[in-house]
């Protein structure tokens, strides 16, 4: 896998997680931009990192059933995945999150469902590089890294940032590429 695929399949499943930090860091702030900040990276980031290994290892289970068709159900998975965001961005709600709380958005009792639904894509990447026999260690890892940043970046950068580039735009494109790298296994596979 080049330097180029890791680090688009990294931002593209970063992308939602982005999106959520940014959104809630527009609610009210109870906790210090810092905290919220530090909290949005360590959860997102583990669950990026912990979602595609329990992928890749759950689809390896099946793999012996799969293994004439592994090419075309890592496109499948990696394009559902891709086609989900695409069709969100484009027909989704553009309103922020909602920010009807008692407490603070990034409040660690607050921040398991949203890490744990932003990071569901994250686990098809993980069964899509096991369907095509790619390493699964260092993408987990790229994806875990890059999206505790990119949260991070996200709650800090907060408004400033979504007057600048639409939320929706932002996971257009991480569809998009994460579509072109199911395509490139599915076309790889096939013409090898």
């Known amino acids: 896998m080049s330097i180029i695929e ?5 931002f593209g499943v970063s992308i939602d997680a982005f999106a959520v930090s940014t959104g809630g860091s527009l609610c009210k702030p109870f906790l ?5 900040a530090l909290n949005a990276a360590f959860f997102f980031g583990i669950f990026q990192f912990i979602m595609p290994v329990i992928g890749f290892f759950l689809a390896h289970l099946a793999m012996d059933l799969v293994r004439c068709v592994d090419h075309y159900v890592a496109f499948a998975l990696l394009a559902f995945v891709g086609g989900k965001m695409v069709y969100e961005g484009i027909f989704g709600d553009d309103e922020a999150v909602s920010c009807k709380t008692d407490s603070d958005f990034f409040a660690v009792k607050n921040m398991f469902l949203p890490a744990i639904a932003t990071s569901l894509d994250a686990m098809a990447v993980g069964a899509g590089f096991a369907f095509s026999s790619r390493p699964l260690w260092l993408p987990a890892i790229s994806m875990g890294v890059i999206t505790g940043i990119v949260s991070a970046f996200g709650v800090l950068l907060g408004s400033k940032l979504r007057d600048l580039v639409p939320q929706k735009y932002l996971t257009i494109s991480g569809g998009i590429a ?12 096939l013409f090898s």
């Open 6 to 10: 890791l680090l688009l399949i990294s």
């Open 178 to 189: 994460i579509i072109a790298i199911g395509a490139k296994i599915l076309i790889t596979d």
């Open 32 to 36: 210090p931009r810092r905290i919220q």
